[in-house]
């Protein structure tokens, strides 16, 4: 079955480290990936995504995450994080096999910066 | 920046009733999508829809489910008779084109079923 995973229910991270927010998938075909963004009593924010070309992708509010095509993973990172940063992160897979306009959603995990 | 709105923001119906749920997705989208998010859970694809047909399904769009552009600015879900399970937050969602695209979400309805 094709499936996103997000290990981690809720990463900690104190104001001004580096935050980093796991993400692997199990899909056939040659996948887009995705990251959104939730904030409470908020619809999902796109952040980035990684279509092709350069694994490191630049994406909303200096988050940035990195495509590995053998580990298949796209980790999203931060250098510095923000108490605003605080929500909700979602990794999404696009343009699978059997669904090529659907997106595979993982469970989410939960960021929270402390000051 | 365009957005995609959806209305109601919450929706409170009895077992067994019909509810329709409206999305105006960016004007210049042409794809068209809602999700589900029973609480706690995954985001789950429902349904796409482009050139006024559904182009993609999953399994959880049964014949209780149907969706309509009814004209060029609305997108609806209809589920026909509710049931518990349909308690969830369903996301419409639209894009310029499929596949590599980014969709775009709107805010979501939160649908309680009593």
């Known amino acids: 079955a094709q499936s996103v995973a997000q290990p981690e229910d809720q990463v900690n991270v104190a104001e001004g480290n580096p935050l980093t927010v796991k993400c692997t998938y199990s899909?056939?075909?040659?996948?887009?990936l995705f990251w959104y963004v939730q904030y409470p009593n908020r619809g999902l924010q796109f952040l980035l995504k990684?279509?092709?070309?350069?694994?490191l992708v630049k994406g909303s509010y200096g988050f940035e995450a990195e495509f590995n095509k053998s580990q298949t993973s796209f980790h999203l990172k931060k250098p510095s994080a923000l108490v605003s940063d605080s929500a909700l992160y979602f990794c999404?897979?696009?343009?699978?096999?059997?669904?090529?306009?659907?997106?595979?959603f993982g469970a989410g995990t939960r960021l929270a910066v402390h000051p | 920046e365009p957005e995609v709105t959806q209305t109601p923001s919450h929706q409170v119906t009895q077992m067994g009733q019909e509810v329709i749920l409206r999305c105006v997705p960016i004007?210049?989208?042409?794809?068209f999508y809602w999700y589900r998010q029973i609480l706690g859970q995954k985001v789950e694809f429902l349904v796409s829809?482009?050139?006024?047909?559904?182009?993609?399904k999953s399994e959880i769009f049964d014949d209780q489910f149907s969706v309509e552009r009814p004209d060029g600015s609305n997108f609806t879900l209809k589920i026909r008779s509710t049931k518990l399970e349909d308690s969830a937050m369903y996301f419409c969602?639209?894009?310029?084109?499929?596949?590599?695209?980014?969709?775009?979400f709107g805010p979501g309805t939160r649908l309680l079923v009593l």
């Open positions: 969602a639209s894009s310029r084109t499929s596949g590599r695209e980014t969709q775009y």
């Open positions: 899909v056939s075909g040659n996948p887009y």
């Open positions: 990684y279509i092709t070309g350069d694994n």
């Open positions: 999404a897979v696009g343009g699978v096999s059997g669904g090529y306009n659907k997106l595979i």
């Open positions: 004007s210049n989208h042409l794809y």
């Open positions: 829809f482009y050139n006024n047909e559904i182009s993609e």
